[in-house]
Every structure is written in structure tokens, then in C-alpha cells.
């Protein structure tokens, strides 16, 4: 096997960042805090900068590049430490520790009984609210999916993480211009207040009219799996106020299919929090 520096194409439109009428073009070698820090994305598309801005730390922020990001693996302490020889993600068919196992910081949507690790980045959740789309190159040519549709759920096979093939390549992401992204945020909660993954997170996008939800998009983050879309709790708040009975309904209805395990059935609780509180703070928001 050989390792590839791919770095210098960064030079190229890999790099750049494009932000216009039609949208937002973000190339995948483009670095976080590059990202993070461009005006329009802070001015158009805040939910992305902020998911960017609490990822990490400043030091990983100025290296690491958003393809990487989207890419790293969803993991756990027993996917870490190899002295656990139980681990499916990391030896298919040799079951997962996790189970019986501590599983405080372990996800409790998208799970299987094969694997029940959390996907730990940020940045995916706002780029799922947003449908986003990621255009790929590879041997067989390029080709464009929605973001959606890049990570997999566990299944029966938690080793395979993504839909990518062999020899492609992430090469940008791509992000509708809307009424929706301006009044967006992302919302995370953890143990620490830097350099730690999210026990739950939510990255909101609101387009509200007359006081009514016209659209709502909602991801969470630190309970999935994946990265989380919530769908049917979005649909739930179209043509509504957002009172407190319409919103402990949808945050109810985005959890009701969570799996939950000794310790971290405390997850449900505080990601319905976590959502209600992420929709109250974009409801507020001066656009």
C-alpha cells in the first residue's frame, strides 16, 4: 500500500470556496477554519462556520480539511483499543464490546446489534440539514449524490461506513442557496467545553413566516449512528408556532425509534433538550 499526499491540489478548485446567488461551493481540500472564517459563509450559512468553529481544536481546525472531516470513522474505545478482541467494525463477526460494555458516550439512533459507535463529527449534520450534495471523482468518472447518501447505518456490516468506491475521491460539496440558511445554527453539548466530541448536538435551518414553520430542517449529532436527519419531527412543525407543545412533540417524535443501552439512556432526554433549545435560539434569531 501507498500513502498519497494529495495536499497540493489544494491550489486547485479542490481549495477554493464559492459563494454566489445559486449557492455555495466548498471544495474538499478546503481547510476547516478556512471555512469557518469566510464572511459569507458566517453571514449566509452560519449553521456550517459554527458546526466548523466547535470541531476540534484550532490547531486541528487549520490542517484538517472538510473532505477529511466528513470521512472520519465513526469509533468508539473499543474500536481504539485493540486488546478488545470483540469489535465488528474492526474484525467483522467478532461482536461488539460496546454491548454489555460502558456505552455512556454510544449512540442510540441508526444503531444495530452489530455496532452501536457514534458518529462524531459536526460538520455532517449541518451539511445534512442543508441537502447538501458532494460531487466524487473517480476511475469510473465523477458523479454527484446528495450528502444523505454518502454514510451508511451499521446494519449487518459496520465496517463499511460509506458509499464511496474504491479509487473515488471526495472533490466538493455543494449547498442550495435558500430562504432556510440564513436563519440556521448549530448547537452543541458536551462534556467540556473544547476539543471534545458531542454527547448531543443539533444543526437547525428555519424558514418561518407570519410566525409559522414554512420549512424546518433538523439534524442531531453525539446520539446517531450517522449523520442524523430527523425528517418526520421537520414535518411535524410545518405551519406551526413553535410553543412548547409543538416542540416537545417533534423532539418526542424524532427519538421515538432511539435504542437505548445501560448508560446512555440519558442521551433521549438531553437530545430533546438539545433540540428544543437549538430551535428556540434559530426561532429568535435577527435575519
Not at 104 to 112: D, I, K
Not at 125 to 141: H, P, R, S
Not at 142 to 167: N, S, Y
Request: charged share 20%; glycine share 8%; net charge positive.
Amino acid at each position: 500500500q501507498s500513502v498519497i499526499d494529495i495536499n497540493p491540489l489544494s491550489a486547485t478548485a479542490l481549495g477554493k470556496i464559492e459563494s454566489g446567488p445559486q449557492g455555495l461551493t466548498l471544495g474538499a481540500l478546503t481547510h476547516m477554519a478556512e471555512a469557518a472564517g469566510h464572511k459569507d459563509i458566517r453571514e449566509n450559512y452560519p449553521v456550517i462556520a459554527q458546526s466548523l468553529d466547535l470541531a476540534a481544536s484550532p490547531q486541528i481546525r487549520n490542517m484538517a480539511t472538510l473532505g477529511g472531516n466528513v470521512l472520519q470513522r465513526t469509533r468508539c474505545t473499543y474500536f481504539r483499543d485493540v486488546s478488545y478482541g470483540n469489535c465488528n467494525k474492526r474484525i467483522p463477526g467478532s461482536g461488539c464490546a460496546a454491548l454489555e460494555g460502558v456505552n455512556r458516550t454510544h449512540a442510540v439512533l441508526g444503531v444495530s446489534d452489530n455496532c452501536i459507535a457514534t458518529y462524531p463529527g459536526d460538520f455532517a449534520q449541518a451539511l445534512i440539514a442543508l441537502d447538501a450534495e458532494v460531487k466524487i471523482a473517480g476511475t469510473d468518472g465523477a458523479r454527484t449524490i446528495p450528502f444523505a447518501k454518502l454514510h451508511v447505518a451499521p446494519g449487518d456490516t459496520p465496517q463499511t461506513e460509506t458509499t464511496l468506491k474504491p479509487g473515488e475521491l471526495i472533490v466538493a460539496f455543494s449547498l442550495p442557496a435558500a430562504q432556510w440558511t440564513k436563519r440556521s445554527l448549530y448547537l452543541k453539548v458536551r462534556d467540556r467545553q473544547s476539543y471534545e466530541f458531542a454527547l448531543a448536538s443539533a444543526a437547525i435551518a428555519l424558514d418561518i413566516k407570519d410566525g409559522k414553520v414554512n420549512e424546518a430542517r433538523i439534524a442531531l449529532g453525539g446520539v446517531a449512528a450517522l449523520p442524523w436527519r430527523a425528517r418526520e419531527a421537520e414535518t411535524s412543525l410545518t405551519g406551526k408556532s413553535l410553543d412548547d407543545t409543538t416542540l416537545e412533540k417533534a423532539a418526542e417524535i424524532a427519538f421515538q425509534d432511539a435504542a437505548t443501552r445501560p448508560d446512555n439512556k440519558f442521551k433521549v432526554a438531553l437530545g430533546k433538550r438539545t433540540m428544543i433549545r437549538a430551535l428556540r435560539q434559530a426561532a429568535a434569531m435577527e435575519i
